[in-house]
């Protein structure tokens, strides 16, 4: 049990110090932030949202989503290793890590997520999951946003300097003070599926939308 505890407080030290470096590198960014009342003022008019990017931009953006812990978005991480870490960065910016995908846990994660989106108003996801393949996504938002009875509101970050890892995705990380842009796309409705066939094809549309702003390297 002390190992256990031991354990636990050495990775809470070290998530704690990896968040903070990583709150204080993005803070080199000069930041411009585009469209963002769009998806806010449909909150406030009742509706829910449920804002995405593709997994290749969210770490550009984790400086500025620490602005909405107050609404506490539940967010749907793997239970991997590597998204522990995410998780833990997360929960530090004040939002609800989910854990789960769809290779483990995707089911119960996904019930949990359309649960906190009907209570709070707002969810976040990542289209194409945490392995890909890049531009694909995943069947996972369009079910949330159905059974949650949101709007979609996807988001793309982009940077005049920025390194492009060798990963699945060329997962981007902007340089020290590059200019980073974060947009936020039209909203864009779910409908109820009267068949696989229409479920597909709202897949297929979100699809298509952002894919025009996947950075392609």
């Not at 968040?19 to 204080?24: H, K, Q, V």
């Not at 449909?42 to 609404?71: E, M, S, T």
């Not at 159905?146 to 995705?169: E, H, K, L």
């Not at 699809?207 to 025009?212: P, S």
Request: hydrophobic fraction near 40%.
């Amino acid at each position: 049990m002390a190992r256990t505890n031991k354990t636990l407080l050495t990775s809470n030290i070290t998530l704690s110090m990896l968040y903070r470096c990583i709150r204080g590198y993005a803070w080199t960014y000069r930041f411009t932030v585009e469209n963002e009342h769009t998806w806010m003022d449909h909150i406030c008019k009742g509706g829910n949202v449920v804002i995405c990017c593709w997994h290749q931009q969210f770490f550009p953006a984790i400086r500025h989503f620490r602005n909405y812990k107050d609404l506490k978005p539940p967010l749907m991480i793997s239970k991997s290793t590597d998204g522990e870490i995410i998780a833990g960065v997360a929960r530090r910016t004040g939002w609800d890590p989910v854990r789960g995908s769809s290779s483990r846990g995707g089911r119960d994660a996904l019930s949990q997520m359309i649960d906190k989106l009907r209570e709070r108003r707002i969810a976040a996801h990542i289209v194409d999951g945490p392995r890909g393949p890049a531009g694909k996504v995943k069947a996972g938002i369009i079910r949330l946003a159905q059974m949650g009875g949101a709007v979609i509101a996807p988001f793309y970050t982009s940077a005049d300097r920025a390194w492009y890892f060798n990963s699945w995705d060329r997962f981007m990380i902007p340089k020290p003070f590059a200019r980073v842009t974060l947009r936020f796309g039209d909203l864009i409705p779910v409908h109820p599926s009267d068949g696989p066939e229409q479920f597909e094809q709202q897949r297929l549309d979100l699809e298509q939308v952002m894919g025009a702003g996947l950075i392609v390297r």
